[in-house]
Every structure is written in structure tokens, then in C-alpha cells.
């Protein structure tokens, strides 16, 4: 909808132009002109069609144009009482008598007659020829931003006998008029928050940056609202800067007398316009503050024809306003309108130069805008998922807040200053917070974050947060290199920003679209090595622009990341820095021999002194007179490290609050060390020996768990573990993780492990847990509403700082909480020897070990029976193969499956994640990633007619397939997705050993329904005995462990080869692997292959049952392709990559 240009008021705000739909402006369009214009005439252009002053001149042409004429003639000697340099304030009808009932409507008495004024109009206009009117605002505006609204404000300037009238507003008042109308306007509008551009001439543009201080002042409100909806400002020759050889000032001056047509030197146009009042100083010195501060677009536009070079006075003025019409920033992107000053803003044909700049302007802001609503679609959605995948986190679990009175000392720094408004040599540096672990520069993070929400979320402002780990980025490219298998993958940063960068930056969506469709044919798409490379060598390096108003970045690098991967991230950071308007703050540990350039460095430790000081004396619960000695002796220790003060303030206020005196208080203080892991180390020596096992069982499962578990999975999965591993271990080596032994029931569990744990309640659990973390442990909630408000139970449990899980994944922990207390005690042999992947590694048998009793209670006894689709039914006689594919496929049996799937993970806890993570403790260990221990496996699942195989697999696909590429799927995402990969080898081991057992599984429930028999007697879980260098006959080895089993053959020995990660087939085969003579079972041979002495090999079919199945079931077929290298005495044996 266009306004009709009679109906435009010349005072106020006016709507030119409106898209049909009221809800479908993305910006609005403010037009403000300067002293001496018009809300219609600065902006139209009245001439021949091509602008009477649109060519440039040179010294030797001629002044022709009716604006030239009009510049340099002599004025005619009337008085008359304008609103500008073109329009009289009243034109007298013929015969009137002059009067007038509105005073400033009285004409003077020089002012001539209607006859006169025609006379003045027709000789000023004479040089026209005939006109042709555009007023681009409505003519062609709309057409090149039709989702913008379209205003223009107008203001009157009086002046009389070429001389302003004084007590007149000047432009700052005429700035809190817009301010006002501007704020009033939007607000009954209810687009207060709406995106405005403001389009500046002359003079206007100090109205225009009047208008944002004064914006800035209010707190609150609708005028601030302006400020923070500014998204740009076009600037048509207006005045910024001091030039070499005229001040702002006279530049001010000069601008206001071509358009107001008036003597500069006038004094009362100086107090009009404000060029010799301090606030226009102090206006430009605020607006680039203001500019930088909220980072709103901004383009000048020059004036650039001299109207005679002859006359060295109109000359010297036009140079002037040229040089003064830049602010001298690179962000402007000035450009020059062939035109004279007052012909700046007007155009006289859609295919005028200066309009084609100014609607593009235009366009691109309009199209940032409407960037920033853009709603992602289907392709995008796709390409952010595949971007964000989900991954193993450990996130700092303090509060978001900081202890009152705290990290107030950054926001008084001149570096902090800098950084925070962009200013200087600093708009494009990095804020680099170092620190020693402790200190607190997580908590400086998140508060210095806060601070910046609640200052700039109302202004559009992006906040991106992010942490990072790794060694170093060698493990992106090459998956084998990672030091431990719990690292978090150093690629997540990179992908967590360009997944929060994705919803902001339109450009790097096309872009990854584009990456992601080329990289659509191989195996993976968008895999870790393809994100940080496109992140490092495409995206940084090139020119990064969002819609949003400020971009915050906050990278907070774990203290334990390897100091190659902090120098790459910093690097690439800065880059980003340089190559960007975002403000980007990492804090990391303090790694003295890493140097950035472009980064401002703060050491937190060595400036948060204050802060503990602050927190002891306020803390400490000692009464002496030498109270201020021992927070000043507490001070010092701490060195910095906040944490430490923290725990040693709790440990001193319990020993004082039990009655200790000053004196051991100050000896307790000086033994305690100076260091976060001595600290920890020195408080789990003062349990005794009983309280250390049950503390190793806690920790385990905190440290070492795929992810955070919840304080009801963690209290049945501290009373499944076995309390003493290490002993375990020397007895039956890595093996210890399969013997399961006979089912029990979740009542018989208390009983049966870990009886000292008396707790029988979440909330006793917790007073358990926290004694036997000695206070290293907390509880963290997933709501906002905090760990109260949570139901007791549901509640997650991690360490109270990231340091505590370095400390135990160094070893240092598991270690000295193997390490008995009183002489007596038991102390594995091993443990001086043992390194600190053996800690980590017997820990996931033990934690293997209690997944798979579980897995194996007798609570679950009708979970997997006799289904090949999932949960079962309670009767196992009545399912059987005759169920027809429909009915399995059918979309109701597998609602009901998947229901009945959910109805039993939430009804027992730690089901789920014992399901979910089978695979992820049986891969942990080092011995077991490389060398699977296949017969054990397959043994233990096998057991007691599939019983852990098919339970598993129902639980784990929720009625989908239990085939062996169904189970790495449902992984593919998982923790156990790295442990999976190529490099290690396991993933084709296993993935012989599920294809064989789904196999079986399906050929034992048919043999059962056709047979009609029931189930076997349940035995117990055991494997066989391993030795880790020569062979042994098994009743040698059961013999020495107490196993006696006389089933087993004495020449068969099974036995880990020294030579190929293979198990070597025995001679002759045990009893229990015998085939029943009642059944037989042959499958074709798949080839023939070498043996090691290069002779043929034998091609025979050994056949053979699980151990525990009875005669007349399937036998197990192993047909097995010789020839790599590594056989059994008879002939046959399989290796690396065998199928079987």
C-alpha cells in the first residue's frame, strides 16, 4: 500500500509505503533529512530526466544547470518566511488582506504579493526545461524492497531575509523528537522490536546518531528499543570527521548553508545546526563506540561534483564536505554519487548510478534481515543433523554463577574494554583466559557470558558456547593414535561451532550443503576429518559475515587437552577473529610456551587473589584472634587455584567444628599439598582399607562410564561390581569380565555383592556416596529448577570438577585407592608394575562383568526366550516358527514390541544402560580391542540356550533385527561407535561371532518348538581358564583355580597364541563340544587354503554344540577356510579376518 504524496505531513513521521500483508515487513525504512529539507523534496528529483547536476565538471567547463545558477546568483532583494531554501511559508491569494490567524503565518512587512512570489518562482526556475518529477521513495523503493516498510520524517528550519530565526529547535532537539515519535509510533504499532535502517542526508546524519545516544542513555523501554532494533544506517553526504585542513565543524557549517541556502558563517545556522556545540564531538566519538558495541551496518555515500573549479571558494567547500562525509573505517565501504551535495539524495530513474548503489544497498540489509528469520528445510535439517552427531560429553558441572563479590575485577581491566567494545587495535583479538586447573576460568566464563546476555540478547546478539578436549588433532585423521579410549574426540569443538554457526551464517549453510552433497556417495558423510578440514582450511580463511548484531564465541579447552591441539585451536580461533566481527573468549590451562599475537592474554591465577581471600574470611568458621593469619596462610597455598581453597575451607571448617583447636588446624594445613591431585590423593588416604574398595567400585562407575549415570542405575551398578578387581585379575586375568556365575534375583543382590552398602533408598545412597567420595562427587540435575526439585533418584552423579576425572584417568587415583592402608591388607603384586591403562583396563572387566550379571538375573526370565523379534511372550510353548513374516512385519506387532521394550528399560534401573553399553566395556580394554577374545564371548552368550544373547539383542533392537549389522547400527552413534573402527580390528570378530550366534539362537528356537522342550537347568557362566604365554591342558588350568570340571578332555588345550591375536583350535575336541550322535547339521565348505608348512590343508567340517545344550539340539558348524598362516595340530585353525 502507497501513500499519496499530498497526504505526506512536513513535520513528523509519515508512511510512504506498506506490503499488503501488515505481518510481512521484515525492517523498516526511516528517511531523515538535514536543516533546510523537506520530507519530500530532499528526496525528489525534479529536472530533465537525467538530474541537472549528475556530470561532473572540469577547470575549463562552463556553470550551466539551473542548481548551479541558483547556487552562485544573487538572491532577489524580498523578504520572505521560508521552511527551507525552496518553499515560502505562506503564498497570499489574490486580494488578500495578509492576514492570518496562526502567527508564524503573518507575513513581514516586506513580503510581496502572490504576483511577486510567481514572478520569484518562474525566474528561479527559467533554465528548466520540462520537468519530470520522481520521488524514488515511493516510485521505486518498494519495487526493490517490497517486505520493508517505508517511513519519512520531516522537521521545519524558519528563515527570514536569508537568515534563520532564532529560538528555533535545534538538531538535538529535533533528535528527541524522532526518538520519541520513532518509539511511540512502533510500540502502538506492536513492531517494537522491528529491524529499522535509517537513510541519512546532510545533516541529517547527526540527527540520526543523536537519536542512538540519546537511545543508549535509557535503560529500558521503547527508545531503547531503537537502539537495539538499529540493523543499519545509510549516510548520504553527511558529516563524520575533521579533516587536514577544517574541523568537523566547519564541515557542519558548510553542509547546513547549501541546504538551508543561508551564509555559513550565520551564528544562529552554528546553534541550529550544533557545529560549535560539544555534544556533536561527543555524539561522533559515541556513535563509533555505539557502532562497534552493537555492530549494526553501516554505508556513506560521498558527494563528488565540484561546481566550478574556477571559483577557488566553491571549490575549497566541496572538498571539504567530500573528505568530512567519511568516518575513515573499512566497514563503511564508501562510495561517491556523481552529484552536487544537495542533489545526493536524488534520483531520476530507476537506472540512475547513485540509486542502483543505494537500492543495493538497501536490498542487502533487508536481505540480512530476512536471513535472520530464515527457517531451516528439509536438506539443511539433514545437513545439520549429520553435523551434530551425538557424542560422549563430561561438561563442567559448577554453578553458572560466580561467588558473589568474584570476577569482578575482568570487567575493570583496559584489555577486557577493548575487547568487550571492539575498540583500537583490539576489535579483531581473541580474549585468552589462562589458568592453573581450579582456578576458576569455567565459572569467569559462564559468568562473563551472563553478562553479555543480559546486556545484548535484547539487540539480535548470537551467543555460541563450546568445549573443547583432545590430545591433539592427529587422532582426527588417524583413529589409532588416541591415547584412551574415554578421550572426548578433539573434532566435537569443530563441529559444535559450525553446528551453532549453521543457524546464523547462510553462507556456510550453502556450503556445507554443497560439501555434504559431493561427499554423499562414500561410507560416511561429513566424518570428523572432512568437518575440521573444511573448518581450517575453507571456512576460517574466508571473509565470515552473519545477520546477527554481535556474535560471542566461548570456547571453554579442557585442562587436560594436549598443548599441540590448544596451539592448533588457538590459531584457528584467531583466524576466525581476524576474518570475522565476532567476539570470541576461550579460556584453557596456563601453558607458558604457547604464544598468540593476535589474542589478549590474561593469567586468571595470578589476578584472582582477591577473590579466595574474599571467600575464606568470609568461609572459614575459625574464631581465634589469629583468624586473618590463617586465611592470609590459606591464601597463599592456594596459588591461585580457587578449588583448592574451596575443599581445604570445607575440610578445615568440619575438623574446628569437632572441636580442633587453632594448632592442629595450622599443622593440617601445612600437610595438605599445594596441588589439586595431591589434595585429592592426601584426603583418600584417610580411609581404611574397606572404605577404599568400596570407593574404587564408585569411582569406577563415575570415571569410566560411557556417560553421566543417574543416582538409581549407579546404586545397582555399585552393588553388581566386584568389590576387589585387582585381585580378581591376578587370579583369572583379562577373562575375570565373563565369569558371570548363576543367575539371582534383584532381592538376593544385597546379599549376594557388596553387602556393606546398607542403603536402601536413593537419599541413603547419596549420604553413602558422599562419604566414600570424600566430597569429590555431586549430584547435577538436567531441568533448570535444580537437584531439590528433582525426584530423588533421577538425579545424574559426576566429579565436581574435571581435574577429579584426570586424576583417576592418570592412574594416580585407581592407584592409590588399590593400595592398602594397614600392612596386613592385600596388595596385588602387580600393582608397582602395573601402568595406568592396566588400572583403567581391569576396571571395564569389573564393569563388564556386572553388565552381564545383570543382564543375566532372573528377573528377566521371560525377556528373549523362543522370539526371534524381540521381547517374548510369558509362555514359551506357544511361540513358535509358524508365525508368519506378516504378522512380524506388520506395523502393530512392532508398536507393541517397541512399547513392551520401553514398559521393561524404565521399570528397572541400570537396564538401560547396561543394554546400551555392553559393547562399549567389552571394547575398552586394550587387550580386548585388539585381541577379542571370540570363543569367550560367543561361550558366555551362548550359555543356557542363548540366554544373554537373545535377552541382549531383544532389549538392544527393540523388535528389529538381532542380526550382527542391526547391532552395529544401533552402536553406530554410540560410545562404542570409535571402538568399532577398522583400526582396532574387533568389529570383524564380532561380527563373526553374532552372525554365528544368530544362527544358532534361530535354529535352537525351532528345534525347541518342534520338540517341545522346555529349558535346560541353568549352569553357571564360566570361561575357560587363559594363560598369556604357553599352553596348558584345561584340567591343569582348572585344576589350578579350583574349577574341577571333569567334562573337560585333558588334551585340550586352549590358550592364547604368542604369535597372532587367534585363539589355536585344541587337538581333540572337549565333551562338551562333541557332536550327539542323534543330530547332524552339515553346511557346504566355503574353499580350500594353505596351512603354515605351505602343503594343502584338509578340508573337514568340525562339528559342535554349545556347552550347555543338550543332546538333540542344533550343533554348532564350524566351517572353517585354512591356510593364514596359524592352525591347530590336526590341520585346522583360523586367523585375523577368518569368517567362520
Known amino acids: 500500500m502507497k501513500a499519496n504524496e499530498e497526504t505526506i505531513k512536513s513535520v513528523g513521521l509519515s508512511l510512504l509505503y506498506e506490503p499488503d500483508d501488515p505481518g510481512n515487513p521484515v525492517v523498516d525504512i526511516v528517511l531523515v533529512h538535514g536543516i533546510g529539507g523537506h520530507p519530500v523534496r530532499s528526496w525528489k528529483c525534479q529536472g530533465t530526466g537525467q538530474g541537472p547536476s549528475r556530470k561532473p565538471t572540469t577547470p575549463n567547463s562552463t556553470i550551466n544547470g539551473s542548481s548551479t545558477r541558483k547556487r552562485l546568483r544573487k538572491n532577489p532583494p524580498i523578504s520572505q518566511l521560508r521552511r527551507s531554501n525552496s518553499e515560502p511559508l505562506l503564498v497570499l491569494e489574490k486580494n488578500s488582506t495578509g492576514k492570518s490567524k496562526h502567527p508564524l503565518r503573518k507575513t513581514s512587512s516586506k513580503s510581496s504579493s502572490r504576483f511577486k512570489l510567481a514572478e520569484f518562482l518562474a525566474a528561479s526556475d527559467k533554465d528548466h526545461n520540462e520537468s519530470v518529477e520522481v520521488f524514488w521513495p515511493l516510485d521505486f523503493l518498494p519495487t526493490s524492497c517490497p517486505n520493508a516498510r517505508v517511513f519519512t520524517w520531516g522537521h521545519h528550519t524558519l528563515v527570514v531575509d536569508q537568515k534563520p530565526l532564532r529560538l528555533q529547535n535545534d538538531i538535538f532537539a529535533h533528535a528527541r523528537e524522532l526518538l520519541h515519535e520513532l518509539a511511540s509510533s512502533r510500540t502502538a504499532r506492536g513492531t517494537a522490536a522491528r529491524p529499522i535502517i535509517f537513510v541519512a542526508h546532510s545533516t541529517g546524519g547527526l540527527i540520526v546518531k543523536e537519536v542512538l545516544r540519546l537511545a543508549e542513555a535509557e535503560r529500558d523501554g521503547p527508545s531503547r528499543e531503537v537502539l537495539l532494533s538499529t540493523s543499519g ?595 596385588p603384586p602387580s600393582s608397582p608394575s602395573l601402568f595406568t591403562e592396566d588400572y583403567i583396563d581391569i576396571s571395564h572387566y569389573s564393569l563388564l562383568r556386572a553388565c552381564l550379571t545383570y543382564l543375566n538375573m532372573r528377573d528377566f526370565e521371560n525377556l528373549g526366550h523362543h522370539s526371534t ?77 542363548f540366554r544373554l544373547w537373545r535377552r541382549w539383542t531383544s532389549l538392544l533392537s527393540g523388535g528389529g533385527t538381532a542380526d550382527s549389522a542391526g547391532i552395529f547400527a544401533r552402536h553406530s552413534d554410540g560410545a562404542a561407535a570409535a571402538l568399532l573402527s577398522p583400526v582396532f580390528g574387533a568389529k570383524f570378530r564380532l561380527e563373526r561371532v553374532f552372525r554365528k550366534l544368530g544362527r544358532l539362537s534361530s535354529a535352537s528356537a525351532v528345534s525347541t518348538g518342534a520338540t517341545g522342550m522346555g529349558m535346560s537347568p541353568i549352569t553357571p557362566i564360566t570361561p575357560v581358564t587363559w594363560s598369556p604365554k604357553t599352553p596348558r591342558s584345561a584340567v591343569e588350568e582348572n585344576a589350578a583355580n579350583g574349577n574341577g570340571n571333569e567334562n573337560v578332555n585333558a588334551n585340550a588345550g586352549a590358550y592364547w597364541s604368542p604369535r597372532a591375536p587367534v585363539f589355536r583350535l585344541p587337538k581333540v575336541l572337549p565333551a562338551q563340544f562333541r557332536m550327539p550322535p542323534t543330530i547332524s547339521l552339515p553346511v557346504p565348505p566355503v574353499g580350500r587354503g594353505k596351512g603354515r608348512k605351505g602343503s594343502p590343508a584338509k578340508k573337514e567340517v568340525v562339528k559342535a554344540v554349545v556347552p550347555e545344550m543338550e543332546a538333540g539340539l542344533p550343533v554348532l558348524d564350524l566351517d572353517l577356510e585354512l591356510g593364514f598362516g596359524v592352525e591347530g595340530e590336526d590341520g585346522l585353525g583360523f586367523g585375523m579376518g577368518l569368517a567362520i
Not at 538551508?260 to 557545529?275: F, I, M
Open 233 to 827: 544506517i545509510v549516510f548520504l553526504a553527511c558529516p563524520h570527521r575533521s579533516t587536514d585542513r577544517s574541523t568537523l565543524a566547519d564541515a557542519i557549517r558548510n553542509m547546513a548553508s547549501v541546504t538551508l541556502n543561508v551564509d555559513a558563517n550565520d551564528t544562529v545556522l552554528q546553534e541550529l545546526s550544533g557545529a560549535n556545540n560539544v555534544d556533536v564531538e561527543l555524539g561522533q566519538q559515541a556513535f563509533l563506540r555505539i557502532w562497534n558495541d552493537y555492530n549494526f551496518r553501516v554505508k556513506t555515500f560521498q558527494e563528488s561534483v565540484i561546481l566550478s573549479y574556477r571559483i577557488l571558494e566553491i571549490r575549497v567547500e566541496a572538498t571539504t564536505r567530500r573528505l568530512a562525509s567519511i568516518i575513515g573505517d573499512a566497514r563503511e565501504h564508501a562510495e561517491t554519487i556523481s552529484a552536487i551535495h544537495s542533489d545526493v539524495s536524488k534520483f531520476s530513474s530507476h537506472d540512475d548510478p547513485g540509486y542502483r548503489s543505494l537500492a543495493n544497498c538497501l536490498a542487502d540489509l533487508v536481505g540480512r534481515e530476512e536471513d535472520r528469520r530464515h527457517v531451516l528445510n528439509t536438506k539443511e535439517t539433514d545437513c545439520l543433523a549429520a553435523l551434530v552427531r551425538p557424542h560422549i560429553t563430561f561438561s563442567e558441572t559448577h554453578p553458572a554463577t560466580s561467588y558473589p563479590g568474584t570476577c569482578l575485577w575482568l570487567y575493570e581491566l583496559p584489555d577486557f574494554h577493548a575487547w568487550h567494545h571492539r575498540s583500537d587495535v583490539n576489535n579483531n583479538k581473541i580474549l585468552w583466559i589462562r589458568g592453573e586447573p581450579g582456578c576458576g576460568k569455567t565459572i569467569l566464563l559462564r559468568s562473563l557470558r551472563g553478562r553479555l546476555e543480559r546486556q545484548w540478547s535484547a539487540a539480535g546478539s548470537a551467543f555460541i558456547w563450546s568445549t573443547a578436549e583432545g590430545h591433539d588433532t592427529n587422532t582426527i585423521f588417524f583413529p589409532g593414535t588416541r591415547r584412551q579410549q574415554h578421550e572426548i574426540n578433539p573434532a566435537n569443538v569443530y563441529r559444535s561451532l559450525l553446528a551453532q554457526l549453521f543457524l546464523h551464517d547462510p553462507h556456510l549453510r550453502r556450503s556445507l550443503l554443497a560439501l555434504q552433497n559431493q561427499s554423499r556417495g562414500e561410507s560416511q558423510a561429513l566424518d570428523d576429518a572432512l568437518v575440521v578440514s573444511f573448518f581450517a582450511d575453507e571456512y576460517i580463511n574466508k571473509r565470515v559475515d552473519t545477520p546477527s548484531r554481535r556474535t560471542f564465541l566461548f570456547v571453554d579447552i579442557s585442562d587436560d587437552a594436549g598443548p599441540a591441539y590448544v596451539e592448533e585451536l588457538i590459531f584457528r580461533l584467531s583466524q576466525l577473529a581476524r576474518n570475522s566481527d565476532f567476539s570470541i573468549c576461550v579460556a584453557s590451562a596456563h601453558h607458558p610456551e604457547l604464544e598468540e599475537d593476535n589474542a589478549i592474554n590474561i593469567g586468571m591465577h595470578l589476578r584472582n587473589t582477591d577473590d579466595i581471600l574474599r571467600y575464606v574470611n568470609l568461609n572459614l568458621v575459625a574464631e581465634w584472634e589469629e583468624r586473618n593469619q590463617t586465611v592470609m596462610m590459606i591464601g597463599q597455598k592456594a596459588g591461585g587455584v580457587f578449588l583448592w581453597a574451596e575443599i581445604v575451607v570445607n575440610i578445615l571448617n568440619a575438623a574446628i567444628t569437632e572441636g580442633a583447636s587453632q594448632y592442629l588446624i595450622e599443622y593440617t594445613l601445612d600437610e595438605v599439598p599445594s596441588d589439586l591431585h595431591g589434595l585429592y590423593e592426601w584426603m583418600l588416604t584417610t580411609l581404611n582399607d574397606r572404605e577404599k574398595a568400596e570407593s574404587l567400585v564408585l569411582f569406577q562407575w563415575v570415571i569410566l562410564a560411557s556417560s553421566p549415570m543417574r543416582l538409581n542405575d549407579l546404586f545397582v551398578a555399585v552393588r553388581l561390581t566386584e568389590p576387589a578387581p585387582f585381585a580378581s585379575f591376578k587370579e583369572f586375568g583379562p577373562l575375570m569380565a565373563f565369569r558371570v556365575g548363576l543367575p539371582f534375583s534383584m532381592r538376593e543382590l544385597r546379599q549376594l555383592r557388596n553387602s556393606e552398602i546398607t542403603s536402601d533408598t536413593p537419599h541413603q545412597f547419596h549420604q553413602w556416596l558422599r562419604a566414600r567420595s570424600i566430597g569429590l562427587l555431586e549430584l547435577k540435575s538436567d531441568n533448570t529448577q535444580g537437584v531439590a526439585n528433582e525426584p530423588w533418584g533421577l538425579q545424574k552423579v559426576q566429579p565436581i570438577h574435571s581435574s577429579v576425572r584426570s586424576f583417576f584417568l592418570s592412574g594416580r587415583g585407581f592407584a592409590c585407592l588399590a593400595r592398602p592402608s594397614s600392612p596386613d591388607a592385600y596388595k
Open 869 to 945: 523379534a524381540g521381547i517374548t511372550t510369558n509362555n514359551p510353548a506357544t511361540t513358535t516358527a509358524t508365525t508368519t513374516k506378516q504378522d512380524a512385519s506388520s506395523p502393530s506387532r512392532k508398536k507393541n514390541i517397541v512399547d513392551q521394550r520401553n514398559l521393561v528399560m524404565s521399570s528397572y534401573p541400570f537396564l538401560q544402560y547396561a543394554v546400551d553399553n555392553l559393547l562399549f566395556h567389552l571394547l575398552s580394554p586394550r587387550h580386548f580391542r585388539y585381541f577379542l577374545p571370540q570363543r569367550e564371548v560367543m561361550h558366555t552368550l551362548a550359555a543356557n540356550r
